[in-house]
């Protein structure tokens, strides 16, 4: 499962936006698609598990179906 990083800025309740260079490993790198699971980590010491939503504009959209602390 991939595992990403995000400041916890870019997350939003239910969601967490990603965006920067990151959104281009997801689109052409590993040809993610909507659906896909992830791992997503905030620097905080929360580990989320989420799924691939959407692509909009210059950013990845993931919805957060679990958290945990590690």
């Known amino acids: 499962m991939h595992h990403f990083f995000v400041a ?3 997350i939003d ?3 967490i936006r ?3 260079t990151d959104v281009n490993h997801m689109k052409n790198v ?3 698609k909507p659906g896909e ?3 997503v980590s905030d620097g905080a ?3 989320y598990l ?3 939503k959407s692509y909009e504009a210059e950013q990845a959209i ?3 179906a679990d958290s945990r602390q590690d």
């Open 8 to 10: 916890p800025s870019q």
């Open 13 to 15: 309740g239910v969601e």
């Open 62 to 64: 993931l919805h957060i």
């Open 45 to 47: 010491g929360t580990v």
């Open 18 to 20: 990603i965006h920067g």
């Open 37 to 39: 699971q992830m791992e």
């Open 30 to 32: 590993l040809r993610m």
């Open 50 to 52: 989420c799924e691939l």
